[in-house]
C-alpha cells in the first residue's frame, strides 16, 4: 500500500544535541512538506518542497534544516538552534499540479527534549 | 495576515448527540477550504469545500461553506465514541505557482462519551 512512512516514532534528545527525523513516501507525489504540531496550535508549517534537490521555508523554519536529494525522501533536522523542539512532528506529500490541494499526512514523529 | 479560527476548541458530548464544529476563515485569493479529523497520529481527510451552500456528505458526517459569510461547518450527527478526535480545518490559497501549503486552524477536540 501506498503511503508515508515516518520515523522514529518517539524520540528523546538532549539539549545541544542535532537530530533528523525521516519521511518517505511511496506515493509518487511531488510535493513534500514538514509541519510542527503543538497543543492548542494546530499545524505550523516548518519547509517545503515542490521538486527534488528545492525546498523553502514555511512560517517556523528557523532551527531547522531539511534536504530534498530524491523524490521519495524529505528529512528534517532539528538543530541545537531550534529553542523549544519538543513537540510532534509530521510530514505530507501532495501531488503536483495547482488543483491538488488534499495532503496525505504520516503517522507522525514526537521529539522530547529533555 | 491569512488566518483560520475554529470552535469550539473542545466538545464533550454523549453517543448519539450531534455535533457542529465551526470554521471561519480570513484570507485573500481563496482556493478551498479542507477538513481532516486526527485520531492520535496522522490527519486524514474528511471533505474539499470550493463551492458555496454544496453540502458534502460522508455517511454521519457532512460539511458546507459559505464564501460569502467566510465560514464553514462540520456536522456530525448521531455520535459514536470512534468519532473522539481533533477536526482540523485548513484552508488553501491560490498562489503564483502550486499551492504553497494548507493553512491550518487549532482544531477542535471532541470527545464521544458513551
Known amino acids: 500500500d501506498g503511503g508515508i512512512t515516518q520515523s522514529p516514532k518517539y524520540l528523546f534528545r538532549k539539549e545541544g544535541q542535532n537530530v533528523t527525523l525521516s519521511c518517505e513516501q511511496n506515493?509518487?507525489?511531488?510535493?513534500m512538506y514538514w509541519y510542527r504540531q503543538d497543543p492548542g496550535q494546530g499545524l505550523r508549517l516548518i519547509y517545503y518542497?515542490?521538486?527534488?534537490?528545492?525546498?523553502q521555508k514555511g512560517d517556523i523554519a528557523e532551527g531547522y534544516s531539511v534536504s530534498r536529494e530524491k523524490k521519495e525522501s524529505f528529512p528534517l533536522t532539528v538543530t541545537s538552534a531550534q529553542k523549544n523542539p519538543t513537540a510532534f512532528y509530521l510530514c505530507?506529500?501532495?501531488?503536483?499540479?495547482?488543483?491538488?490541494?488534499?495532503?496525505?499526512f504520516g503517522a507522525g514523529s514526537r521529539l522530547t527534549v529533555l | 495576515e491569512d488566518k483560520v479560527v475554529q470552535s469550539p476548541l473542545s466538545l464533550v458530548v454523549h453517543e448519539g448527540d450531534t455535533v457542529t464544529l465551526n470554521c471561519s476563515y480570513e484570507?485573500?485569493?481563496?482556493?478551498?477550504l479542507l477538513w481532516y479529523k486526527q485520531e492520535k497520529k496522522a490527519p486524514t481527510f474528511l471533505f474539499m469545500l470550493?463551492?458555496?451552500?454544496i453540502e458534502k456528505k460522508s455517511g454521519r458526517l457532512s460539511s458546507i461553506l459559505d464564501k460569502k459569510e467566510l465560514f464553514s461547518i462540520l456536522n456530525i450527527t448521531a455520535t459514536q465514541t470512534g468519532d473522539s478526535a481533533i477536526y482540523l480545518c485548513?484552508?488553501?490559497?491560490?498562489?503564483?505557482?502550486?499551492?504553497?501549503?494548507?493553512?491550518f486552524g487549532s482544531g477542535t477536540q471532541l470527545t464521544v462519551l458513551p
Open positions: 506515493l509518487n507525489h511531488d510535493a
Open positions: 485548513a484552508f488553501a490559497a491560490i498562489s503564483s505557482g502550486s499551492a504553497r501549503q494548507l493553512t
Open positions: 505530507a506529500s501532495r501531488t503536483g499540479g495547482s488543483g491538488a490541494n488534499v495532503l496525505t
Open positions: 470550493t463551492s458555496s451552500g
Open positions: 518542497s515542490q521538486i527534488v534537490n528545492d525546498f
Open positions: 484570507v485573500t485569493n481563496f482556493r478551498s
